[in-house]
Structure formats: structure tokens, C-alpha cells
């Protein structure tokens, strides 16, 4: 059905990087399928301009082009609805999840969220709060994360899609498909799960377990933004 499948890592406000990118890829919507796997937001200096570049290439392709839930986004999206609530009905410990956002690369992007009019903002996070936890095409399951290795993958939790790291690495079996990943970076990924290298790897991992780990630290130093064919396993990066 399609030549390409396309699975962006996570972008985290790397636009530069982004459009290098995907002068590389040269997506074809006529061809490809192209899954951009969260975190579009937060650490890097240009989340605004990264996000509206997924926004708008999928109300180009909506067809096409899948956008994943990622877990910075949401923590943008809790931030902004507890400060709706004015911050009446949670408690200490809502609180504190809630505002976990800004101190986890949000902080930058909050910046560039005040600079925008109010219907600007909330069109953002409308879009932000419609995004899939998950997307599945034949035997490849695309999540931000991870899965719970022992759970079908129909009845996955969110929080599991969009938080999970070593647990799923360490036990799931392959059974259910090949599951790709963005998330983890994979230079942080124990030295078992280093394929083929004797440093930390900054290219997509394709793991014996069927896992495709697509996160190469794109807003570290040294990092890269990556995207791998999921059906050639070749990749690009910038």
C-alpha cells in the first residue's frame, strides 16, 4: 500500500533540525505514510514553530501525515487546564504534576505561548488534545513510549503509551508486532540494548525484541532528529 513509512523521533523544539530533516526524507504524500511520534514541544528554543509545522502539514495530508500524542505534550495540555480551573479543584499532589511541565523543558515554550492571542493559544491546544496515543498500520504500532509487555495492545493505558521506558525493553516479547518508539533517547539506553556498538548509539535502534527506538537525543549535544522507513529500516537524520 505504501512505498514508505515514516516514523519521526522526538523533534522537542529543534526546528532547524526538522526542516534539514525533512529535506532529506522528501516525504510524497501520493507514496508515504508519515508518523511524527511526539514530543513535538519544550527543550529546544522554536517548540511554537515545530508544532505548527506538524499542525499544518497534516491539515495538508490529513490522510498521510499521523501526529502521536507525546508525554510533553501532554503536560502542556494539563498546565493549561489547571490554570483554567484557576487552580481550585486539585491538590497538593495535582499540582505538582501539573507544573512538572515547566520544569521539564516547558518553560521556553511557555514563553512563546504568551506571545499569542488567546484563540491562537486555545487553537493549539484544541489540536494538541485531539492527537491519538497510538496508531496502527499492519504489523507496526506506532506509540510515543512504550507498551505494557504483558497487556493486549487494545487495552493499553495512556499513561503506559506516553511514559513507559525499560520495562517494555527488558520484556516484551515481539509477539504483538513491531512496536516504534520515540521517547528514550538512545544514547541513554542500557549497554544490553546497544546494538552493534561498543558507545552509546545516536542512530535508530532495531531491537531483537521487534522494538524500533526512532529518539536520538535531537535536543542534546550531539544529538540528532531522526526518521526511519520502517519497512527498508533505512533512516535519516540532521
Not at 552509546?200 to 535502534?205: I, R
Not at 531491537?207 to 535531537?218: A, P
Request: proline share 4%.
Amino acid at each position: 500500500m505504501f512505498k514508505r513509512i515514516l516514523a519521526v523521533g522526538d523533534i522537542h523544539g529543534m526546528y532547524d533540525k526538522l526542516i534539514a530533516l525533512m529535506e532529506k526524507v522528501k516525504f510524497d504524500p501520493e507514496d508515504d505514510m508519515l508518523i511524527f511520534l511526539g514530543d513535538y514541544i519544550d527543550r529546544g528554543p522554536q517548540s511554537l514553530e515545530c508544532l505548527d509545522y506538524v499542525m499544518n502539514l497534516y491539515k495538508q495530508y490529513p490522510e498521510r501525515v499521523i501526529p502521536i500524542l507525546g508525554n510533553h505534550e501532554a503536560m502542556c495540555i494539563n498546565y493549561y487546564e489547571y490554570e483554567a480551573r484557576k487552580r481550585s479543584l486539585m491538590d497538593n499532589f495535582g499540582k505538582q504534576m501539573v507544573l512538572i511541565w515547566l520544569d521539564n523543558g516547558g518553560k521556553d515554550t511557555f514563553k512563546q505561548f504568551k506571545t499569542l492571542k488567546k484563540s491562537e493559544l486555545q487553537k493549539r491546544l484544541r489540536w494538541m488534545r485531539m492527537l491519538s496515543n497510538h496508531y496502527q498500520v499492519g504489523e507496526y504500532y506506532f506509540c510515543h513510549a512504550g507498551i505494557q509487555p504483558f497487556i493486549p495492545l487494545d487495552k493499553q493505558r495512556e499513561s503506559d503509551l506516553i511514559w513507559m521506558r525499560e520495562g517494555f525493553f527488558d520484556l516484551y516479547d515481539g509477539r504483538n508486532g513491531t512496536i516504534v518508539v520515540g521517547h528514550t533517547p538512545t544514547r541513554v539506553l542500557k549497554k544490553k540494548h546497544w546494538m552493534g556498538s561498543d558507545t552509546p548509539p545516536t542512530t535508530p535502534q532495531f531491537l531483537e525484541n521487534n522494538i524500533i527506538l526512532c529518539d536520538t537525543g535531537s535536543f542534546m549535544d550531539g544529538g540528532k532528529l531522526s526518521c526511519v522507513d520502517v519497512l527498508s529500516r533505512n533512516f535519516w537524520q540532521a
